[in-house]
T-cell receptor, first 113, second 115 residues
Framework: AQTVTQSQPEMSVQEAETVTLSCTYD???????LFWYKQPPSRQMILVIR??????QNATENRFSVNFQKAAKSFSLKISDSQLGDAAMYFC??????????FGAGTILRVKS | DAGVIQSPRHEVTEMGQEVTLRCKPI?????LFWYRQTMMRGLELLIY????????DSGMPEDRFSAKMPNASFSTLKIQPSEPRDSAVYFC?????????????FGPGTRLTVL
């Protein structure tokens, strides 16, 4: 069974600084997708960034980027120039064929002003 | 685009009552998912549909839970009878065909409290 592990229950970052959230996953598949979702206090799940496993280049979306290490089964999220609006719960998720998403337990990110 | 619509946003009911949660996916999306979020178990997939057909319901906790998708624009998740341990946030999500088919768009969730 596929599992997704987020080992950091909570992280803090100073406004304008950079923070990295960790995620590891377990799979025997070679073709799959990885995602980071953000859940602010409003509860709305918002897609932050995604990575296709067959792509070697790390995905980036403005201030958000990933470090995808396929051999190590690691998929960390880096947030640069952190803003107060980045404070939320962040979920790492794995998906292969069949459309099922498996989520990690989440990391609470606090941003200090 | 209105996004995925869920109703009600909050539901408080008493143990033993029937609860029906509703979802309207984004127009044109052909996959629909029901998730449950709790502190203890995190986000769990309950069931998903492709083209209105249930594909995988292995996450449905027990027979008290049932889900239907009578057409492409509407789905329900029913709990009968409800129990306090069913208290959770229930999310509906949909995904499209084509290049973005692997991205799921979530609704705002329904917070269910069973007393």
């Amino acid at each position: 069974a596929q599992t997704v592990t987020q080992s950091q229950p909570e992280m803090s970052v100073q406004e304008a600084e950079t923070v990295t959230l960790s995620c590891t996953y377990d799979t025997s598949e070679s073709d799959y997708y990885l995602f980071w979702y953000k859940q602010p206090p409003s509860r709305q799940m918002i897609l932050v960034i995604r990575q296709e496993a067959y792509k070697q280049q790390n995905a980036t979306e403005n201030r958000f980027s990933v470090n995808f290490q396929k051999a190590a089964k690691s998929f960390s999220l880096k947030i640069s120039d952190s803003q107060l609006g980045d404070a939320a719960m962040y979920f790492c998720a794995y998906r292969r064929g069949g459309n099922k998403l498996v989520f990690g337990a989440g990391t609470i990110l606090r941003v200090k002003s | 685009d209105a996004g995925v619509i869920q109703s009600p946003r909050h539901e408080v009911t008493e143990m033993g009552q029937e609860v029906t949660l509703r979802c309207k996916p984004i127009s044109g999306h052909n996959s629909l998912f029901w998730y449950r979020q709790t502190m203890m178990r995190g986000l769990e997939l309950l069931i998903y549909f492709n083209n209105n057909v249930p594909i995988d319901d292995s996450g449905m906790p027990e027979d008290r839970f049932s889900a239907k998708m009578p057409n492409a624009s509407f789905s329900t998740l029913k709990i009968q009878p409800s129990e306090p341990r069913d208290s959770a946030v229930y999310f509906c999500a949909s995904s499209p065909v084509g290049p973005l088919y692997n991205e799921q768009f979530f609704g705002p969730g329904t917070r269910l409290t069973v007393l």
